[in-house]
């Protein structure tokens, strides 16, 4: 099941719903009301009468082209950054060590934007280092903590999609700094729930920028997989349903590459997922603010 959040052009009121034949078909009215957003769904542990209550013929639909796409869990708790957690080869700097311990980060509210969303490029200097990252996120439905890395997977609701927006000269200082730069990551097109997916190892995520092929891996190829991260970080916090798990980016970001190629005004990115989908941004120049999350 495919499950998006997202608003009506012209409109600021949040909906979510099943997305079917190129539709979002919405809650019926009561639901809606008792469980507002798709966190409310997902912390409730009801995830799966959502297809129910989508029905083709008694729900509000909307063709997915004549909405704006959020982010899938827009008001996520915690949106959780795995780094480094794929072998890097960086063609100037020589291949980068592979850590003893998972490396963590985290993303602020307002700097992720959803599928076809402007990415914002930062201002001044900023704007030199400005790279992408494509990324494999799992959804958090069952809250815990202390998990075991053998039960880590029953916590899984699902899976979607993230561009981890990164300005390497600001991470360089502070690689908190670096990640949060407004609007500058994304996060879509939707959610597509656990049941959907017979091998999660075997997920495929590819890059490209426009149209070119620029970061292409399985998630068999990570250093850490995904059941030891939520085990890892359930160690350290107790992880929340709507906590969002982002699993690290391949190798192939901008800064990897020789010459480097950072993102420049009027790119497209596209990031593609086995199984969900593809996450589609291009980026503008904050001389048209207009056109930042704009319909």
Same mark, same amino acid.
């Given at each position: 099941?495919k499950?998006?959040?997202?608003?009506?052009?012209?409109?600021?009121?949040?909906?979510?719903?099943? /997305?079917? !034949?190129? #539709?979002?078909?919405?809650?019926?009215?009561?639901? $809606?009301? @008792?469980?507002?957003?798709?966190?409310?769904? *997902?912390?409730?542990?009801?995830?799966?009468?959502?297809?129910?209550?989508?029905?083709?013929?008694?729900?509000?639909?909307y063709?997915?082209?004549?909405?704006?796409?959020?982010?899938?869990?827009?008001n996520?708790?915690?949106?959780?950054?795995?780094?480094?957690?794929?072998?890097?080869?960086?063609?100037?700097?020589?291949?980068?060590?592979?850590?003893?311990?998972?490396?963590?980060?985290?993303?602020?509210e307002?700097?992720? /934007?959803? !599928?076809? #969303?402007?990415?914002?490029?930062?201002?001044?200097? $900023?704007? @030199?280092?400005?790279?992408y990252?494509?990324? *494999?996120?799992?959804v958090?439905?069952?809250?815990g903590?202390f998990?075991?890395?053998?039960?880590?997977?029953?916590?899984?609701?699902?899976?979607?999609?993230?561009?981890?927006?990164?300005?390497?000269?600001?991470?360089?200082?502070?690689?908190?700094?670096?990640?949060?730069?407004?609007?500058?990551?994304?996060?879509?097109?939707w959610?597509?729930?656990?049941?959907?997916?017979?091998?999660?190892?075997?997920?495929?995520?590819?890059?490209?920028?426009?149209?070119?092929?620029?970061?292409?891996?399985?998630?068999?190829?990570?250093?850490?997989?995904?059941?030891?991260? *939520?085990?890892?970080?359930?160690?350290?916090?107790?992880?929340?349903p709507?906590?969002?798990?982002s699993?690290?980016?391949?190798?192939?970001?901008?800064?990897?590459?020789?010459?480097?190629?950072?993102?420049?005004?009027?790119?497209?990115?596209?990031?593609?997922?086995?199984?969900?989908?593809?996450?589609?941004?291009?980026?503008?120049?904050?001389?048209y603010?207009?056109?930042?999350?704009s319909?």
């Open positions: 099941m499950i998006s959040s997202f608003i009506e052009r012209g409109s600021n009121q949040i909906k979510y719903g099943v /997305v079917r !034949h190129g #539709r979002i078909f919405t809650p019926v009215k009561y639901f $809606a009301k @008792k469980y507002p957003t798709v966190r409310d769904v *997902i912390e409730a542990r009801i995830i799966d009468e959502l297809d129910n209550v989508c029905k083709e013929f008694e729900s509000d639909s063709r997915i082209n004549d909405v704006s796409l959020l982010p899938p869990i827009p996520a708790r915690r949106v959780i950054c795995v780094g480094m957690n794929y072998k890097k080869e960086y063609p100037v700097d020589a291949p980068a060590p592979i850590p003893d311990n998972i490396v963590l980060f985290s993303k602020l307002g700097t992720l /934007v959803g !599928h076809d #969303r402007y990415l914002e490029m930062p201002p001044g200097e $900023a704007a @030199k280092t400005y790279d990252e494509g990324e *494999i996120v799992c958090i439905g069952k809250a903590r998990i075991k890395a053998e039960n880590a997977l029953e916590h899984i609701e699902g899976f979607t999609i993230l561009n981890d927006g990164s300005v390497r000269g600001w991470q360089k200082q502070s690689i908190h700094a670096g990640k949060n730069f407004a609007n500058s990551g994304s996060c879509g097109p959610m597509v729930t656990r049941n959907e997916f017979e091998d999660i190892n075997s997920m495929h995520i590819q890059t490209r920028l426009n149209g070119i092929t620029v970061q292409d891996a399985t998630a068999n190829e990570m250093l850490f997989p995904i059941h030891e991260l *939520i085990a890892y970080i359930s160690n350290a916090i107790d992880l929340k709507g906590d969002l798990i699993t690290g980016s391949p190798d192939g970001s901008g800064g990897s590459r020789n010459p480097k190629q950072f993102l420049q005004v009027g790119d497209q990115l596209e990031i593609e997922v086995s199984g969900i989908g593809m996450l589609r941004n291009k980026v503008c120049s904050l001389e603010p207009n056109l930042i999350n319909g």
